[in-house]
């Protein structure tokens, strides 16, 4: 039987091996965390991360063929193929900080590999890591190998959170690069194997080891650009009586450029859009290429010009000031059908209607308090000019409220503010929110997911990102 061990039980480490397990019975799969509650969490009946499906994938082959465990060093050891799963955050400190990725994790992880190996392996790249980190990885290996043979391969994961399940078991592609020797290419065939148990062959690509690499970093770039390019265009529909809507959907017609990922928002969040294309640029500046890389940061400008040209249309919109007003925030997630807050838009929203002194009551159908006092309490990271994360005053902290209900979040508010696209904002009783609310109420949308005209009707005064405005907004100080 072939062993498989997962070294990284987080959003891409738990899902990928549960379906791994699932589709490959004549597999064993263990997945291993130095992280004693986030194995404990795997292997009860709360799972540590939200993802529609997951908890029946694992509930089907937990204890089978697959296996939670901290004993790393162990399945390590006994494994044929090791996947390396684990975080690759922005370096915050030191040479590279606020761009580059720390690899730290990877680097801990490869030491112990070659530490405790007493038979030859395939590990295979999952994290998102610079390109050439395979060659890195190699010396260290082979440097502490004691002629045990290490094959590295590159095979970057391609899921997004809250389809995970989905796009696991059905997968546009996958990629799998490697060396481009005889050792090589049987690696890439023993990994094409596991994969072949339920992915098209025609769907399994294969390539070098730097291409694999490079290609995660530049497809994430790609589909953040296009979420900036249509983000930029929301802002011109505003100035100038267009739809946003509308003309994603005329530009989107062509098949050259296809429909999806065309939706103006509040801005991309999630842990990786902003950390890679950091770390592109960064690879960019190492290697002589100022203007790539230039060309790559202005994608990340356009996304945080979004965020705040969203708080400034708030204020401006309520008389100019915030100040003591109550704003019911909706949605704290960076997406729906996730629980996940990384680099979530809401964050930076937040922070600025705090800036301004408002009162928050925020509701999140998946997200804790824990976490969004957690959240709110860091300073941003300024990617522009690191410094040192430090957190938030407190009394800043002391003005946001966690609920958990829409209706209790909205009563007595001044305004509401959709963050996340959660389908349960399309079909809350806005009557009944708009009779609690004060007056004039406003709301907000940041994901264009309430029927505005309707809304309207109400009583609302509504602002949806890209589309034309209010009376009473063109009537506002233009928004910077
Ligand atoms: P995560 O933080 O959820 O999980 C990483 C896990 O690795 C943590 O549980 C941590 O405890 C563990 N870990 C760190 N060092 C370890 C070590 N030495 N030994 C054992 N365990 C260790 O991260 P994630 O979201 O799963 O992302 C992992 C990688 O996959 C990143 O490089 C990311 O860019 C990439 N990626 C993420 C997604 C996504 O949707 N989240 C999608 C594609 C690719
Ligand atoms: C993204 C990619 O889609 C995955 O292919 C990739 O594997 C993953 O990053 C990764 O490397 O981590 P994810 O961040 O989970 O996946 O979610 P997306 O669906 O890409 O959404 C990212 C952000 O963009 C969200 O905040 C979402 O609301 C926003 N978005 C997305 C828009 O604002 N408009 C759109 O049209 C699409």
């Known amino acids: 039987m072939v062993k498989i061990c997962c070294i990284g039980a987080g959003y891409v480490g738990g899902p990928t091996m549960a379906v791994i397990a699932l589709k490959c019975p004549d597999i064993e799969v263990a997945v291993v965390d130095i992280s004693v509650s986030r194995i404990n969490a795997w292997n009860s009946d709360q799972l540590p991360i939200y993802e529609p499906g997951l908890d029946d994938v694992v509930k089907q082959r937990r204890g089978k063929n697959l296996f939670f465990s901290t004993d790393v060093e162990r399945h390590v050891m006994e494994a044929d193929i090791v996947f390396v799963s684990v975080n690759t955050p922005t370096k915050t400190q030191g040479l590279g900080a606020g761009k580059a990725a720390d690899l730290t994790y990877w680097e801990s992880a490869a030491r112990m590999i070659a530490d405790v190996s ?230 930076d929203v937040c922070k600025g209607l705090l800036g301004d002194k408002a009162r928050l009551s925020i509701y999140d159908p998946q997200v804790s308090e824990d976490q969004i006092q957690r959240d709110l309490s860091m300073k941003k990271f300024d990617w522009d000019h690191p410094i040192h994360l430090q957190p938030q005053s407190p009394t800043a902290v002391k003005q946001v409220g966690v609920v958990w209900d829409a209706y209790e979040a909205t009563k007595g508010a001044h305004g509401i503010c959709i963050l996340t696209e959660w389908d349960e904002f399309k079909s809350l009783d806005y009557k009944k929110i708009y009779d609690q609310m004060q007056k004039p109420a406003f709301v907000f949308d940041g994901r264009n997911v309430v029927d505005a005209e309707k809304l309207r009707q109400i009583g609302f005064i509504v602002y949806s990102i890209g589309k034309p405005l209010d009376e009473w907004l063109k009537d506002m100080p233009a928004v910077a």
């Open 118 to 347: 007493k038979s030859d392996k395939i590990v295979v790249e999952k994290s998102t890591v610079p390109v050439k980190t395979a060659e890195a990885i190699e010396k260290i290996l082979t440097h502490n190998s004691k002629g045990i043979n290490f094959q590295i391969l590159s095979n970057p994961e391609f899921l997004a959170e809250g389809t995970a399940i989905e796009d696991l078991f059905s997968p546009d592609r996958v990629l799998i690069g490697g060396r481009e020797t005889p050792a090589g290419q049987k690696a890439i065939q023993a990994l094409k194997e596991v994969y072949a148990h339920w992915v098209p062959e025609e769907r399994i690509i294969c390539s070098n080891l730097w291409s694999a690499e490079l290609s995660k970093l530049a497809a994430n770039a790609f589909l953040a650009q296009r979420i900036s390019s249509v983000n930029a265009i929301s802002a011109l529909c505003e100035a100038t009586g267009a739809n946003v809507t509308e003309v994603a959907h005329a530009v989107g017609k062509d098949t050259r450029i296809g429909p999806k990922f065309l939706n103006a928002s509040v801005g991309f969040g999630g842990s990786c859009f902003q950390k890679d294309i950091l770390n592109l640029v960064y690879i960019c500046e190492c290697n002589g290429l100022p203007e790539v890389a230039n060309y790559w940061k202005q994608v990340i400008k356009i996304n945080d010009y979004q965020k705040s040209r969203f708080v400034n249309r708030v204020v401006s919109s309520m008389f100019n000031t915030v100040s003591g007003k109550k704003i019911a925030i909706l949605g704290f997630a960076f997406k729906k059908d996730t629980g996940d807050t990384r680099e979530t838009p809401a964050i």
